[in-house]
DNA sequence: TAATTCGCTAGACCGA
DNA sequence: TCGGTCTAGCGAA
């Protein structure tokens, strides 16, 4: 049986007295039939730990029980408390209702997993795994592990939008898209002819009818949406509404239900997961799974797909509604929108549900948490399993003082700036989690008082570790770390187009993620297992490790030219071989304590390091390499920042290309000059000068007025909607003095407007003059032309 | 509305 | 109009 989902209701237990109680709810899906089971066997409840366990009890006996449902007073033990009671109630509401008087009492202490909410409490008692299947008897849930075959619907909708912002109370919902594995489907509300793709409708009421008739039919375990949460299923709720019809979807007939989550609403719709795919992004993007900045369906396409996909703004969909024309090509970028979404899910449809099985949350939850929700579920397991209480929340104040105190990060070393050859990266394989592993570091690990762990594993920041009990954070990304290990070992026998390679490659990511998210959750302010003096210890270790390997290093020979944080980038002098690294690496390994571990990242052929522009030292975080197949890797230079206009960054790849590749700086003096001249020509083209940026508070809220801010106001004032998050793409012009006069948005500036001083003096030049400086060649060389050499003068 | 710190650069802002 | 300071954004790890 795959389990789809837990949640629970309020049933009526006793009709008479009007008694009710809240029950576990399990989906679970059995031979593609779906089936809700009701779970007797489990009730809310939350610990209070006390002063005394008699008094507590009787007090707790004394106030209302009947109105907090209470149905029992257990006393329990946990492994980090001394006396706990467990209070267990019959609904929900009650529990919540309770808990202001229950903390009171005199002889409560306080409570603990008040406020963990009923579903996921039994995610964690009952270790069920969302998306992956289970035997499921009277009262046990016992996994087994298989490839669920979900099936997933996207869906998506094109409105009336005349002029404002489309409201549901006035403007009609014009196409529907429905996609799935098998079907791409639009339908209309009004006739669109020669589309076999679309079904019409003679009105926006017999159409949506039909969409709500189709997604009951398909009964997907899945709802996919593109921002459905922000959009497409509140405007589909509220338009029904108005239509006098009920946008009934759920399993049960149930209109799809607003849940809060932070300062937004996410969507649930019962007997399926819904999926924003949109929310799932932003998640994968904090993640680090994908590069994304924008996440307009457009870009996201570009980026994740690799396809072009053209966006028809809503001002144009309106018109085309009311022309008449056109219309084949709305219901087509409306399938589109479904199509994409679809994709998109797809492909991280793995990794997904390998993160809700590692973290014990349903997909629904997954897509929308944060790093910290990922692993605050992960670890409330834990806690579980190691019967411990779990922390509660800091208090806003608390939160507060945390922030103000604040720790020293990792190392950066002052690069040795110029042209170096023969260069090897070496770096530590999941630095911060072999750290806490290696020195057992967790909050409850710190300054245990015994004298030989003080002198064996003090941290360089002064606190040191116990070494005789191993700590809960060390032991939980421990096991983590040692499955991983497994996986990839195992997936190194298996072909890399299998089906069981995709699902143990998306496993060990899954567990990567988490196991790199462990730092910061402990850094993290409002962290419940946060711990400064934890958080600041794993980077004082990993200050002291990377050092230790450039010491190390320097000691036979090898130029220790740069190092961040894990790395250590080491030059190899005459003399010495690949050979001599690989050496190293291994005599290191041999003296690093515990599973920390160097590695080779790799041999490269060239690389730079360039000045900063403020003063003469070495730039930190910006270089560019070059290995022996020729492929460059370019780090933090303008060429990867998307705040600077494509003509800067382009023209600094060629010039890192022809220094690096070529040892031709004459050839890099040309390729600038020449750019500079085709901009004074005023031939560049607007998508060449257009500078990213996004627009990250309210546009009032700002102090300085940069061009991007600039721009976006100028662009409202003309009746454009600029919202917190939108990326604005501007362009510098010859019209105004100060540059964020001269900046409008790109939709509003004809070809060839542009100012070619402005591009050449502070975009292409400051791009690739520190480059060429390290060459020897000066700002005037690049304006005026002027000397030749060749990189064989240095070489 | 929520993982961390370190670091670079641009351009406005402000006072002389 | 200058030079220093501050705000702001983005990237590396």
């Known amino acids: 049986m795959l389990v789809l989902d837990v949640n629970y209701k309020n049933i009526a237990i006793d009709e008479k007295e009007n008694k009710s109680r809240s029950i576990i709810t399990i989906l679970a899906k059995e031979n593609s039939k779906k089936k809700e089971i009701q779970w007797e066997d489990f009730w809310p409840y939350y ?25 029992k007073i257990e006393e329990v033990k946990k492994d980090n408390a001394e006396k706990v009671l467990k209070l267990v109630f019959a609904t929900t509401q009650g529990l919540a209702k309770s808990r202001e008087e229950i903390k009171e009492l005199p002889s409560v202490i306080e409570l603990r997993e008040h406020d963990i909410p009923f579903a996921k409490r039994f995610l964690i008692d009952y270790a069920v795994e969302p998306l992956n299947c289970a035997k499921i008897t009277k009262d046990k849930i016992e996994k087994i592990d298989c490839e669920p075959k979900l099936k997933m619907l996207a869906i998506d909708i094109e409105t009336l939008a005349p002029e404002r912002f489309p409201d549901p109370k006035k403007d009609q919902i014009l196409t529907v898209s429905i996609v799935d594995e098998k079907e791409a489907t639009v339908l209309s509300s009004k006739e669109i002819k020669n589309a076999k793709f679309v079904k019409s409708f003679k009105d926006e009421k017999s159409m949506l009818t039909e969409l709500i008739n189709t997604i ?5 375990d899945i709802l996919l949406t593109y921002n459905g949460d922000g959009f497409d299923i509140p405007y589909l709720r509220e338009r029904c509404r108005e239509l006098g019809i009920k946008f009934a979807i759920g399993i ?33 993007a904090k993640l680090a799974v994908v590069n994304l900045v924008k996440f307009d369906l457009e870009s996201v396409v570009e ?11 809503s001002k144009s969909i309106t018109e085309m509604w009311q ?60 806690a579980f399993e190691k019967n411990i209480l779990i922390p509660n929340k800091p208090s806003e104040e608390e939160v507060s003082t945390r922030i103000e105190t604040t720790y020293e990060g990792g190392y950066v070393k002052e690069p040795k700036k110029g042209l170096h050859e023969r260069i090897a990266v070496l770096d530590f394989s999941s630095l911060h989690p ?5 020195h057992n570091i967790s909050p409850e690990t710190i300054n245990c008082g015994h004298k030989e762990c003080k002198e064996k594993n003090t941290a360089p920041n002064g606190v040191y570790f116990c070494t005789k009990k191993k700590g809960f954070v060390p032991e939980t990304i421990e096991e983590l770390f040692f499955r991983r290990m497994k996986i990839k070992k195992m997936l190194k026998e298996k072909s890399k187009d299998s089906k069981e390679y995709e699902v143990l490659n998306a496993r060990q990511h899954a567990l990567k993620i988490i196991l790199n998210s462990f730092y910061g959750y402990l850094g993290y302010a409002r962290s419940r297992w946060y711990s400064r003096e934890a958080a600041s210890a794993i980077t004082a270790f990993s200050r002291k490790y990377v050092k230790f390997v450039g010491q190390e290093a320097e000691k036979l020979g090898f130029e220790f030219l740069y190092g961040d944080t894990d790395s250590a980038f080491l030059a190899i002098p005459e003399g010495k071989s690949k050979q001599d690294i690989i050496k190293f690496v291994e005599n290191i390994n041999a003296k690093l304590p515990g599973v920390m571990q160097l590695e080779l990242e790799g041999f490269y052929k060239r690389g730079i390091f360039v000045t900063k522009k403020s003063d003469e030292k070495a730039a930190k975080k910006r270089y560019a390499l070059i290995d022996e197949e020729g492929n460059l890797k370019i780090v933090g230079f303008e060429y990867v920042r998307r705040d600077w206009a494509p003509i800067a960054k382009k023209t600094q790849r060629k010039v890192i290309e022809a220094i690096l590749k070529e040892g031709n700086p004459a050839k890099a003096v040309k390729i600038v000059r020449n750019v500079i001249n085709k901009l004074k020509s005023g031939a560049v083209k607007k998508e060449d000068l257009v ?17 991007s801010v600039a721009a976006a106001k100028k662009a409202i004032a003309r ?12 362009i510098i012009t010859r019209r105004g003095k100060s540059i964020s006069e001269r900046a409008e948005m790109e939709e509003f500036v004809k070809e060839g407007d542009y100012d070619a001083e402005y591009y050449i003096n502070n975009q292409v030049i400051p791009a690739v003059i520190k480059i060429m400086n390290e060459l020897g060649y000066s700002k005037d060389d690049l304006i005026h032309g002027g000397k030749q050499k060749t990189l064989g003068s240095y070489w």
């Open 434 to 438: 072999t750290i806490i592993i290696t």
């Open 216 to 220: 009951k039919k398909k009964n997907p």
């Open 691 to 707: 500078i990213l940026t996004q627009i990250k508070k309210s546009l009032s809220s700002y102090e300085a007025i940069g061009p």
């Open 47 to 71: 610990y209070a730990v006390v002063s005394d366990k008699k008094q507590a009890k009787k007090e707790i006996e004394n106030v209302n029980t009947e109105e907090y449902s209470i149905k």
């Open 323 to 382: 022309n008449g024309s056109s219309l084949e090509k709305l219901a087509r970028y409306n399938l589109e929108d479904s199509i994409a979404t679809y994709k998109i899910a797809k492909k991280y449809l793995t990794l997904i549900i390998e993160l809700c099985r590692l973290v014990k949350l349903t997909p629904f939850d997954v897509v929308r948490a944060s790093a910290s929700t990922l692993v605050e579920s992960l670890l409330f397991r834990k």
């Open 252 to 284: 049960d007939d149930s209109e799809p239900k607003a849940v809060t989550k932070g300062l937004t609403k996410a969507f649930r719709i019962e007997g399926m997961q819904h999926i924003d795919v949109y929310a799932m992004l932003t998640l994968l």
């Open 303 to 313: 980026v994740i797909l690799n396809e072009k996909k053209e966006k028809i703004p």
């Open 719 to 730: 009746g454009k909607h600029i919202g917190i998050g939108s990326v604005i793409g501007y």
